[in-house]
């Protein structure tokens, strides 16, 4: 199963993302800002 997870690229999103892929879960990250969308993946 995917996860989107918006606004992935700082806060409780960024934070949400890497708990579930430290937990095995595939995750798509979604964010307004290239540039910081481009960081986080």
Do not use: P
């Not at 700082?10 to 993302?17: C, E, F, P």
């Amino acid at each position: 199963m995917k996860i989107l997870v918006t606004g992935a690229t700082d806060g409780i999103g960024l934070a949400t993302s890497k708990l579930l892929i430290e937990e095995g879960h595939e995750v798509l990250v979604h964010g307004r800002d290239e540039q910081k969308l481009a960081a986080v993946v």
